[in-house]
């Protein structure tokens, strides 16, 4: 069992940054891939980014790409997202998740945060 606890999410205006902090209970992070999603309002919840358990790989969304950096600290059982550049379109509640396998694919998470709303003025 993991449990995910999301944290850093603010209302900033367009152009600044924001990290989002994910710190997961249990032994077996390290295990795991963690991914960041986003859900809108009205709209359905979409991949942001994913790094697998070695931080050898990561995979963005298009729309985080250049903008957005992943890393996590397996010592420290947390996950974080740089987020640079920020536009109101990235308004979202921002969920951090995790999965046993390296995927952009949210039904392929087994455990997910609560979230933390990311609110962008222009």
């Known amino acids: 069992q993991v449990q995910l606890v999301e944290s850093g999410g603010g209302l900033v205006q367009a152009g600044d940054s924001l990290r989002l902090s994910c710190v997961a209970s249990?032994?077996?992070?390290?295990?795991?891939?963690m991914g960041w999603f986003r859900q809108a309002p009205g709209k359905e919840r979409e991949f942001v980014a994913v790094i697998n358990w070695s931080r050898a790989s990561t995979y963005f969304a298009d729309s985080a790409l250049g903008r957005f950096t992943i890393s996590r600290d397996n010592a420290k059982n947390t996950v974080y997202l740089q987020m640079n550049s920020l536009k109101p379109e990235d308004t979202a509640v921002y969920y951090c998740?995790?999965?046993?396998?390296?995927?952009?694919?949210?039904?392929?998470?087994?455990?997910w945060g609560q979230g933390t709303q990311v609110t962008v003025s222009s």
């Open positions: 249990g032994r077996t992070f390290r295990r795991y891939a």
């Open positions: 998740a995790a999965a046993k396998k390296y995927t952009a694919n949210s039904g392929e998470y087994d455990y």
